[in-house]
């Protein structure tokens, strides 16, 4: 039969309205695979805050009321003699004094030793030596309880004034203890005549350092 000019142009408009019907459908299909790609998100998260900790140290000198004396000269130590004032040393005389360490609550755990300090050197500091031991309470810290204290290893009896212990004492955390220390102060029993007269001021430094 033949094909006339109307059917061609209706035979082309078929197959045109075909070709957009696929493309639409792929289009369609196309939308459906993208929308089947798309993913859900989700997260976890942890966090936590540090805070530095503290280390602190308060001193006494009677064992029970507790204060800082974080520069020198620091508190006032009391020395008290057997039957002389240490405003009136002459040679051989000794002298003790009682000072409590601890740390103070809260804080952490520590050591602590004691040193002489450099300006304790002078004709008269020359011609003075110093020893230390540990004590239970301030009442036994005297000639008498001297005897039978704990020595400070670390630091040999008659030591310079300028000296510093080599070894320290525990201070538990929180103020757990204390540590209570005698110090006997001694004059040169072959002391010169021209320290007569003479004064020094001297300083120990209880120095604290943080650690179990």
């Known amino acids: 039969m033949t ?7 209706d035979a082309r408009r078929a197959r045109s309205r075909r070709i957009r019907a696929i493309l639409a459908g792929g289009l369609v299909l196309g939308v459906g695979v993208t929308a089947t790609l798309a993913a859900w998100n989700d997260s976890e998260f942890g966090s936590t805050t540090f805070t530095a900790g503290t280390f602190n140290i308060v001193g006494s000198t009677d064992g029970t009321n507790f204060s800082q004396h974080a520069s020198a000269p620091g508190a006032s130590l009391t020395f008290a003699a057997p039957s002389v004032s240490i405003s009136a040393l002459t040679p051989g005389d000794k002298a003790y ?12 755990a520590g050591s602590v030793l004691i040193k002489g300090a450099s300006s304790n050197a002078s004709s008269l500091g020359a011609q003075l030596t110093y020893s230390v031991r540990t004590v239970t309470a301030a009442a036994n ?25 080599t070894s320290s004492q525990v201070l538990n955390a929180d103020g757990g203890n204390q540590v209570n220390y005698c110090i006997e102060v001694a004059m040169s029993a072959t002391a010169p005549t021209t320290v007569q007269g003479t004064s020094q001021q001297v300083t120990w430094e209880f120095a604290a350092t943080s650690g179990s």
Do not use: E
């Open 3 to 9: 094909s006339t000019r109307k059917d061609q142009r």
């Open 97 to 108: 004094a009682f000072f409590s360490v601890k740390t103070v609550n809260p804080s952490m």
């Open 141 to 165: 810290c005297s000639s008498t309880g001297w005897a039978t204290a704990s020595v400070v290893t670390g630091l040999p009896n008659g030591a310079a004034l300028t000296a510093a212990a």
